[in-house]
């Protein structure tokens, strides 16, 4: 331990300081510990939302998606699907029909998109069966005449359907028009299952059918829209797509799950690191008294600086002596509120202490993600924050004139 750490820390627990410079060294430390906890618990609470939303996104859609980038269908897609299940990577793949199309029922029109697929490829890449209620992976009417469908909850509870209720599927491809007006392709459906995901964006707008019924639908004939690829790791589906792309030709694109959804995560990312800065200048401006308390320590202690620097200490080992005590208090306040943070998260990630509104969110409880490199990260920041305000203190300090105080003290 060098001499000026350890003065630095005799004076920071020395029992014979005053009682108000105490009290502004207890009051800089607690505020240093407040604000790292309040940022730990925040960015903790801001990474479980992004990693519910990840993992509902990931559940109901596919690694990767592979279309055209041309036009609209993929041709001859049972060659195409089989070279890319040869790629490095790929676990799975689902052939899709996904297009815009009208629904209605007694009570209601909404707009929606369709997706048509093979139940038992589709659920071998998405986690579809384990949000389907019904948990039946057919779309068998009680009714030939119909074609089964799921839809999303939120859907269902606008068109005021449920199992077994009879809708209508209009495609908007291929419109003809006649002398009554625009006359689109109709089939009519019956509600085989609901499917509640948790996402808005597919419990408002989703509707499943067949593969078949789909291409019938929008008169595709024997095509699809899209190939659906379930990776071996999705945080590297990226590096899958790049290979798919690689394999099958530069008239088809892969797009990943993220890529795909870009600006949501651009935008989960922004708010994050917006927030992050936000508590940052609250944690600087509320940790400011921290000049306050070495300045008047530096005032306190005029005459053991005088001794020492009569001793031949040197100005730059008396400007460390008083940066080691705002390193001390940036670092034993980041300490204790991390602690703190840690302890209160942990016991919210075990216990679900707070409760969620299962009818406005998607999940029941809030939602906690510990980073590691989020804990180090405030931990460094809180350090250096004593660190930078003791600057000033230790520079005063150092300017001192050891034969003055001396003379005076």
């Known amino acids: 331990m060098s001499l000026e750490f350890f003065i630095a820390r005799r004076y920071f627990t020395s029992r014979h300081r005053q009682g108000f410079i105490s009290f502004l060294g207890f009051l800089s430390i607690f505020v240093v510990m407040l604000s790292t906890a309040s940022l730990l618990i925040v960015l903790s609470v801001m990474n479980g939302f ?49 297009e815009k199309a009208a629904i209605s029922s007694r009570s209601g029109t909404d707009g929606i998109l369709v ?25 068998e009417t009680v009714d030939d005449k119909y074609k089964g469908v799921w839809m999303g909850i939120n859907l269902a509870a606008r068109l005021n359907v449920s199992i077994n209720d009879k809708v209508r ?12 007006g ?46 659906e690829v379930k990776t071996t790791n999705f945080y590297n589906a990226w590096v899958v797509a790049e290979r798919i792309e690689d394999a099958i030709g530069y008239q088809y694109m892969a797009l990943d799950w993220k890529e795909h ?108 993600e510990i980073r590691v490199l989020d804990v180090l990260l405030i931990f460094i920041l809180g350090s250096l924050i004593g660190l930078i305000f003791s600057i000033y203190p230790a520079r005063r300090a150092a300017r001192l004139d050891p034969v003055e105080i001396i003379r005076y003290e």
């Not at 998405?126 to 057919?138: F, P, S, V, W």
């Not at 625009?182 to 419990?203: A, L």
């Open 169 to 180: 599927l209009y495609s908007l491809k291929n419109v003809e028009s006649d002398l009554t």
């Open 115 to 139: 997706r048509g697929i093979i139940p038992q490829a589709e659920s071998a890449v998405t986690e579809i069966a384990e949000y389907l209620l019904t948990r039946d992976l057919t779309f």
């Open 50 to 98: 992004e990693m519910e939303v990840r993992s509902r996104i990931i559940g109901t859609m596919a690694h990767v998606l592979v279309q055209h980038r041309v036009v609209d269908a993929i041709e001859d897609w049972e060659e195409l699907r089989g070279q890319i299940q040869k790629v490095d990577g790929v676990v799975a793949t689902s052939p899709v029909v996904i």
């Open 261 to 368: 959804n870009r600006n949501l995560f651009s935008w989960m990312t922004l708010e994050k690191w917006m927030m992050f800065i936000v508590l940052m200048l609250f944690v600087i401006v509320a940790a400011s008294n921290i000049i306050a308390l070495l300045i008047m320590m530096v005032l306190a202690k005029r005459g053991d600086i005088g001794i020492l620097s009569a001793f031949g200490l040197s100005k730059s080992r008396l400007k460390k002596i008083f940066a080691y005590q705002g390193l001390i208090i940036g670092a034993f306040g980041a300490i204790i509120g991390e602690t703190i943070g840690l302890i209160l998260l942990y016991t919210q990630k075990k216990f679900s202490i707070i409760s969620l509104p299962s009818d406005i969110y998607f999940i029941s409880a809030l939602p906690v």
């Open 182 to 227: 625009f006359s689109p392709k109709i089939k009519p459906c019956m509600v085989t299952g609901i499917v509640e995901t948790g996402m808005s964006t597919y419990d408002d707008n989703f509707v499943y059918i067949s593969l078949e019924d789909a291409q019938d639908l929008f008169e595709l004939g024997g095509d699809i829209t899209t190939i």
